[in-house]
């Protein structure tokens, strides 16, 4: 999968079904080569919670699912 693919999918809460944002970057770790977050763009709802941030990590540890269309995590805000 490249990070074109990740991009085009919504980043969604399965906490409350919300939209978080969507994802423009990833953070991989130096030393195994692997992606450690998830850098998102938070949606306008998102937006109050991170209102000091225009972007913020998803870990890979919260991430439930990746499907065809969405990105589902367990976030904890």
Do not use: C, T
């Not at 109050?48 to 439930?64: C, L």
């Amino acid at each position: 999968m490249r990070l074109s693919d990740l991009q085009s999918k919504d980043v969604i809460s399965i906490i409350d079904g919300k939209k978080i944002g969507n994802i423009i970057d990833v953070k991989i770790e130096e030393e195994s080569g692997r992606i450690d977050a998830l850098v998102v763009e938070p949606s306008r709802f998102f937006l109050n919670f991170f209102s000091s941030h225009q972007e913020f990590e998803i870990y890979w540890a919260e991430i439930e699912k990746i499907g065809e269309d969405v990105i589902l995590v367990k976030m904890k805000v």
